[in-house]
């Protein structure tokens, strides 16, 4: 019987993988412009990746990646809140499934404060029983590492969980650590509609 509904973040509960590929291409280009990075190869090659993979799978120098890396929380973190607004359909979704009787759950590769900052600007941490970050776990995304981390600390059994992924990334992350899992596109597939009819078929 599922008791508990897992939300990924960037494009599930907010809309920001176009916000966070333009942070890191912009910090690569200003560390090392000789480094081209399109938008396209982005998606292709790195979308829902943590910061920290992403300079990996480049083969950046790890001097130059902790540079990067550094920059791009910089600009995160100046700059999400020009991108966060309340966001009613997200609380009303919330609301319904607080009243229901379920706890909520936030786990991204982001790190903490940009989740923190992202679900407040929303007007909906308080609806959220915890968070776990690219920080709380020893592997990202698509290890199942982040959702074992939250059932370890939370004392969850994965079978009683409802997990809403968009990303390939995530998707494998949410099968591999057991749990029920509800592939979206994207912020709009997310509807109070959906969930209900998932978890109706349970």
Known sequence: MI???LFDLDGVLF??????AEMFIEAVAR???EKQITRKYHDSHLNALPTKEKLKKLQIHPAMA???YTLKQELT???????IRPDKKVEDICIHLRSL??????????IKSTIEACL??????KYFTGIISNEDTPAPKPSAEPYLTLYRLYALD????LILEDSEYGIASARASGAHVLPVRNCEDVTLELILKRLENQ
Request: with cysteine; aromatic share 10%; net charge negative.
């Open 158 to 161: 994965p079978r009683d969980c």
């Open 77 to 83: 973190a100046s700059k999400i809140g020009e991108f």
């Open 3 to 5: 008791h508990n509904i």
């Open 101 to 110: 009787g379920y706890q909520m759950f936030c786990v991204s590769n982001s």
């Open 15 to 20: 809309d920001g993988c176009d916000f966070h």
């Open 120 to 125: 407040s600007g929303m007007g909906v941490r």
């Open 31 to 33: 560390i090392l412009p």
């Open 66 to 68: 902790e540079k990067i």
